[in-house]
């Protein structure tokens, strides 16, 4: 039998190579930012902010300053207006937070950083951070949606639809009216939020993890009011980033200031605590999602409502109901999204950001309404299927839900499934089967990239882009291998340096489909200067000895569809231009994919286990399939985990979080997670982009919470809409 997870290897992209860095990340060589030795460093420890909102009455670092080895204290004081204010991401600038750093003696929210102490030690910066004496003028903090104070704001702007959807409810057959919720989560990627940063004249180098260095380099030029090409970032190798890692944070600009204060470099890893305030994490949500069908199951109506929390300084509003209210053909449809304004820190992105709590609410309520209809929730999804989006009417690119749905139903055996809730049993335990959609948009941005191919037959290829683990060296070489048909060995990669030609943020599941059309187009170039007639399988090797050059360097700049002109120039500043998905005015972009799990709920303990998860996932041209597997399969668990585990809880009376720390935050173990089977879809899509790919690094999490607990409710008949799903909720059900 062919192995599923690696089809349609024809060239070298499609090849299951193994990691480009493997070697050095195994054997403990990879250097990450915070394992940079530099000499003479002096070390930062952040004191935060214990209130939720107030403004500080008095600082006393009497204390403090008297414990040897420390060097300097940066408080507002000192900082103050020396590091500038600037625009946040989401209104066109750089930070992912626009509260200013030390800027103020105001404090927003919890966690923020209120000093920064330098010190000979880690250990001594940490203790005088302690001895620091605070005292605060203390205000109510808004903490979420319920708080009083919460100032909440439907975002017209993000309305959608068509038809008339209140008229076609009110007369429809059958319907479902349900309201669902998710919970605020972190990342806790294994490597913390570290920076260095050293100064040599007034050239600045900072060693920070990041998933777009040029974000860095020009949001922290525009905070420090200096030429961006006095810096440099670097960046070989990132310890699990996931959305965390995207954008400027308050930290960097704090430890460069410090580093040109004292005249030393400055390194900062802030606490797994401190990591839970200082940079992007998933917001809490609630949905009100409307579902009504024909006799038949086709659907007449739906309607998707969602509500977020945001902060009081930036408006983030993820708004997937953008994606959930075109998976599927309907002729009246109607999507709001609201936003409530908290004392908390901004949040960001997080796998899949909109799409997996709007796909929670969405696919779950695909399967109340299968189960009121009394059809298989397959069938309901296949007679729903759509080649074209129902709001503007515009074509998928491609699309291959039931090819998926299909693959992963046969793999999981879906046939053997008996309909009525709580029908199915193994001896002491309940078992439920479920399934959902997954879905998620295929993006690109613009890239550039350099190859040089050598007459020893070596090439090689460079780009600022990322490796967050997910691939990108090994799909860098793999392209620049297969295009100049010279074999993976004789390729080396440079990433992580803003020296090199610049890329897009790695997220957005677009890291590959941004920068392996660069590389193609460089290797395009190379291929015309030799005269091959531009075919990949022309010998390059043999024009390249027949030219009598050393080396030919080309390098080459892409524009991703639906991006204009002048968004090339804001690539190379740092600036996020992503396009694809739906919101593209010609045509619309996503991968697709299929869950199915089967939970296994004791009879007596009730104790919750998922005993089996098998997706199917079409995401267009898969260049690499073990790295891409990796990627499928490791979603698929985080989908486990957020329906199961994961859950950041706010302390309601300051906004601070109880269980900021990784003995409380409740992550899975092995023993949590079964048997987990990741399927790849072959799947051809030349529209998208050059590459034909569409993306894997986030569908495969979308939509695993709602099969989950689609399943519980085939398990018990009890339907569970807030996630996460524990065991006290399936407590008193049969
Ligand atoms: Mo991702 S949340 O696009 O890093």
Known sequence: MADTRFPQATGT???PYRRYEALEKVNGSATYASDVKLAKTAHAYLLTSRIGRGVIRSLDLVEARAIPGVIEILTHQTVGESIRQTQALYTGGYVADSVRPLGSAEIAYWGQPI??????????AREAARKIGVSYDVSEPASSFDSAGVDMTALEPMNLGVGDFKAAYANAAVKIDARYS??????????????????DGNRLTVYEPGQYLNNIKYGLAEQLGIDPELIRVVNPYVGGAFGAKGFLTQRTALVAIAARRIGRPVKLVATREQGFFLSAYRAETRHHVQLAADSTGRLIASSHEGWEVTSRADVLALGGNAITLRLYGCPNIEGRVNVAKTDRSTPGFMRGPGEVPYAFAFECAL???????KMDP??????????????????????????????????????GKTAAPGSMRDGDWLLGWGCAAAFYPTQ?????????????????????GHELGQGMYTMMAQVASEQLGVPIEHVTVSLGDTDLPPTIVAGGSAGTASLAPAIMSA?????????????????????????????????????????????????????????GGVHLPDRVQLAFGAQFVEVRIHARTRELRVSRAVGAFAAGRIINPRTAHGQLVGGMIWGISSALHEQTEIDERNASYINA?????????????????????????????????KGVGEVGTVGMAAAIANAVYHATGKRLRDLPLRIEHVLEEV
């Open 13 to 15: 992209m499609g090849q």
């Open 115 to 124: 000093a920064m102490v330098l010190a000979e030690s880690y250990e001594i």
């Open 182 to 199: 998710t919970p605020v989560q972190h990342h806790n990627a294994m490597e913390l939020f570290a920076t260095q940063c050293v100064w």
């Open 367 to 373: 399967d109340e309404l299968a189960y009121a209809l």
């Open 378 to 415: 397959v069938e309901l999804r296949r007679v729903n299927d759509t080649k074209v989006e129902p709001i503007a009417g515009l074509p998928y690119t491609s699309r291959s839900l039931m090819q998926c749905f299909d693959a992963a139903g046969a793999a999981f055996g879906w046939a």
């Open 444 to 464: 690109a941005g613009n890239s550039a990239a350099r190859v040089r191919l050598s007459s020893d037959g070596r090439v090689h290829v460079s780009s600022a």
């Open 523 to 579: 290797c395009d170039a190379i291929r015309r200067r030799l005269q091959t007639g531009g075919s990949p399988a022309a010998d390059v090797m043999t024009a390249m000895r027949a030219s009598g050059l050393g080396n030919i360097e080309e390098f080459a700049e892409t524009r991703a569809h639906g991006l204009p002109p002048e968004s090339v120039q804001g690539m190379y500043r740092g600036r996020v231009a992503m396009s």
């Open 661 to 693: 720390n990784l003995a409380d935050y409740l992550l899975p173990v092995n023993a949590d997670i079964a048997d987990v089977q990741a399927i790849m879809v072959p799947e051809e899509d030349n529209l998208v982009n050059a590459a034909g790919v």
